[in-house]
């Protein structure tokens, strides 16, 4: 994210401690009651001016939601959550969506340029234009969605992605401007009755990215929503939905950050992409939550589904992710290839330092005919972090030369930590051919001590050798936001050595 | 200079240097040849700080600074560099890239300004060059699938980007064709000047054809037995350890 190119620079020099994005800012917030019952899913419809139709969407998911039961299958532990302790609406309090930037809290402006985001497009063009050692030639500026605790605060660059019929804004705005759009594919890909978190989040969510790329359209730069949760208490549950229409093509950033709190808080969101005839999306990852003290104490849930259907023939759908932080990382990034020779794919760095937590991994619906799919996920572990990859590949009958290749390493630092690999293959067509390869290795005294040898300190020497094994998933991400992650990695593993 | 006095050391509770006396006068090239298991890597994996490699007694001193206090890495900064006897592969790790970060690295440590990635370009295609190493090899993992010898023309490069002060040469000529060989002594004598010393440890008279050596020590047992000029790598030669070194 150019408009995040400096995010760690900018970042590190406001704060300082082990998480970089630690502070809060002071913004005046408007409330709903804690607790969660039909009441408050009507306040939060109300407060956003929703349509029937989507109110009635609501409550049913928050009826189907009281009669689930919380999932226990993961390999992740926590004490239960209290979904009556928690507030599911909060807002900056001149909610009044801002006509334009100059209305924004200037705050709210502040807080975004210290993690490097600047909101003003001129600000934005500035920053790429100066940035770095690369030449500025050639390089595409990012429109970017902000969405602080549970509101879009500004969209850039909406009026150039006009021009091509292209539709960026806060899922909020579209259900009023795009009603129909919204109404056909909201849950058309997760169900409200998906899973658990799902249904909560359908129950509930507040806002989230909304994306329209019409038919035969490549959309002229990379598309980015960020998030920063900075209240206390309330959990954030966001709910993006990506079109992209026949033919077309768009590439999608997503970043995050929260303040340092002691007590746990909740990111339920749910992410749907549509991809019809020979369309692609590429979806990117950078996730950044505050993991919680080395102690384990404080952190974010990240309890998140999100999936892609590929519908069309020929279309492609590919998920990159670099997962840093969170206390607890519980996401699947998942294709349903039902399109006749479409794609999917699934690439990951997923880290665990001291108590971290993460069981993550994809699941591959093979369906149309001679669909192909490829797993890519590097595990780290640190500290006492437990890592599990878990997969799932299907193949229907009907999916006549279906193709996937898996391959999964862990990387281990330290002898505290763990690694899980839990692959399902359920293979139903003859004519399929399934891959799977799996390593786990440990960084090696030999290659730290070639590293300090040549003036790297030990944990100069880690990051390097980290970002090596990652580099198949690094190298799948746009070039600005690899440069984030790589630093990323880096700063997410300080204190596991020595 | 480097100045080692009276050094023992030991892995795994078994003492290998049994009081090693060295003096490595500033400008000066020193040749080290002694028979396998003699603790030829030994004494330069303590030179330049290895873990697992525990100092028993004695001091080592570079320009009067006791470097067996400092970090690896801090002793990389202060000049002090080892081509490895087996370099170590990196996966992933770009070749450019490490030697751009081993660089900054040490430039950042000693208060100079960064090189950014042009500078550093030019920089890395002029060494190649002059090491006759295609350039590809840039773009490759850190010695991932290099072959023995490209490895070791790989750590030269290294060496001629960092420009030690002290480099231990660590069987750098083991593996190496007789092209390659000239090649890598042109890369270590292009280094020689006043300020520039190095400790040659190899099996063979043949290198040191090209790297003309101030002085030869035989390493025996943990220890220096004999010292002379570059006459006695050509009695070694001739006699092998058992005669010429007692
Ligand atoms: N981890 C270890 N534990 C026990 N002994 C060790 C260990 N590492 C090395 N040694 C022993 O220390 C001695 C010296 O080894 P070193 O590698 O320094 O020899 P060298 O002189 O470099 O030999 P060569 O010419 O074969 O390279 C050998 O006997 C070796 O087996
Ligand atoms: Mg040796």
Not at chain 1, 182 to 211: H, I, K, M, W
């Amino acid at each position: 994210m150019p408009a995040v190119a400096e995010t760690i620079e900018a970042v590190q020099s406001v704060t300082e401690g082990g998480y970089k994005w630690g502070f809060s800012t002071d913004i005046e917030m408007e409330f709903a009651p804690k607790g969660l019952n039909e009441d408050i899913v009507r306040f939060i419809s109300a407060k956003k001016n929703e349509p029937a139709w989507l109110l009635e969407w609501r409550l049913k998911a928050f009826a189907i939601w009281q009669k689930m039961e919380t999932p226990v299958w993961a390999a992740v532990q926590h004490p239960p959550i209290d979904f009556q302790d928690a507030f599911y609406y909060a807002a900056p309090t001149n909610a009044q969506k801002p006509k334009s930037l100059d209305e924004v809290d200037p705050e709210l402006l502040k807080t975004y340029a210290k993690l490097g985001i600047p909101l003003k497009e001129q600000a934005i063009l500035a920053g790429v234009e100066g940035a770095g050692d690369t030449p500025a030639e050639g390089r595409m500026p990012i429109a970017v969605d902000a969405v602080f605790d549970s509101v879009s605060v500004a969209t850039t660059f909406k009026d150039r992605l006009e021009k091509d019929g292209i539709i960026f804004c806060s899922i909020s705005e579209a259900v009023h401007k795009h009603p129909e759009l919204v109404r056909e594919y909201l849950g058309s890909v997760v169900p409200q009755a998906d899973n658990f978190y799902a249904a909560l989040n359908s129950a509930v969510f507040t806002d989230g990215s909304f994306v329209y790329i019409p038919k035969g359209v490549r959309c002229p730069m990379e598309l980015s929503t960020y998030f920063r949760i900075n209240a206390k208490g309330p959990g954030l549950f966001e709910r993006t939905l990506i079109l992209a229409d026949a033919g077309s093509h768009v590439s999608y950033l997503e970043g995050c950050t929260a303040p340092q709190r002691d007590e746990n808080q909740l990111h339920a969101a749910v992410v749907e992409l549509v991809a019809l005839d020979d369309a692609t999306i590429k979806y990117s990852t950078v996730q950044n939550w505050y993991p919680g003290d080395a102690e384990g104490k404080g952190g974010i849930y990240n309890f998140v589904t999100k999936r892609g259907a590929c519908r069309g023939a020929r279309s492609k759908i590919s998920w990159t992710q670099v997962e840093t932080g969170s206390a607890i990382t519980w996401k699947y990034p998942s294709c349903i290839l039902l399109g006749d020779d479409s794609v999917g794919e699934f690439y990951s760095v997923a880290i665990t330092n001291n108590r971290q937590q993460a069981d993550t991994g994809t699941k591959m619906f093979h369906i149309g005919r001679n669909t192909k799919s490829t797993i890519v996920s590097k595990g780290i572990s640190a500290g006492r972090g437990q890592n599990t990859y878990r997969g799932l590949v299907r193949i229907s009958p009907k999916a006549v030369g279906a193709r996937n290749f898996t391959q999964c390493d862990s990387l281990l630092i330290g002898d505290q930590c763990g690694a899980h690999t839990v692959p399902y293959i359920e293979n139903r067509c003859m004519s399929a051919k399934v891959e799977h390869e799996a390593t786990t290795s440990r960084i090696a005294e030999d290659q730290l001590f070639y590293c300090r040898q040549r003036g790297l300190t030990e944990e100069e020497a880690v990051g390097l050798i980290v970002n090596g094994f990652c580099r198949e998933v690094l190298k799948e991400l746009p070039m600005e936001f690899a440069v984030e992650a790589q630093k990323l990695l880096a700063i997410s593993l300080e204190g596991s050595v020595g | 200079m480097l100045k080692i006095e009276g050094l023992t050391a030991e892995i795994d509770g078994k003492t290998i240097l049994n009081g090693i006396d060295l003096e490595l006068p500033t400008g000066e090239v020193h040749a080290i040849m002694g028979p396998n298991g003699s603790g030829k890597s030994t004494l330069s994996y303590v030179l330049s700080g290895r873990e697992g490699y525990e100092v028993t007694g004695g001091s080592v001193t570079f320009n009067g600074i006791d470097i067996l206090a400092m970090e690896p890495e801090e002793r990389a900064a202060t000049g002090l560099f080892l081509a490895f006897q087996y370099p170590v592969e990196l996966p992933g790790v770009g070749n450019a890239n490490f030697l751009r970060t081993a660089l900054n690295a040490q430039r950042r440590a000693r208060g100079e300004p960064e090189v950014d990635a042009m500078q550093f370009l030019k920089l890395a295609r002029a060494k190649m060059k002059a090491l006759n190493m295609p350039e590809d090899m840039l773009k490759r993992g850190v010695n991932v699938g290099f072959s023995g010898g490209e490895k070791k023309r790989n750590d030269v490069l290294q060496m001629a980007l960092l420009e030690p002060k002290l480099a231990i040469l660590d069987e750098t000529d083991s593996g190496l064709d007789i092209d390659a060989l000239k090649i890598v002594a042109d890369g270590v004598n292009a280094l020689r000047g006043p300020a520039f010393s190095a400790l040659v440890i190899t099996h063979y008279q043949r290198l040191l054809n090209y790297i003309v050596p101030d002085r030869v020590h035989v390493l025996m047992g943990g220890r220096i037995t004999r010292s002379g000029g570059p006459e006695l790598a050509h009695e070694l030669e001739a006699q092998g350890y058992g005669q010429a070194a007692a």
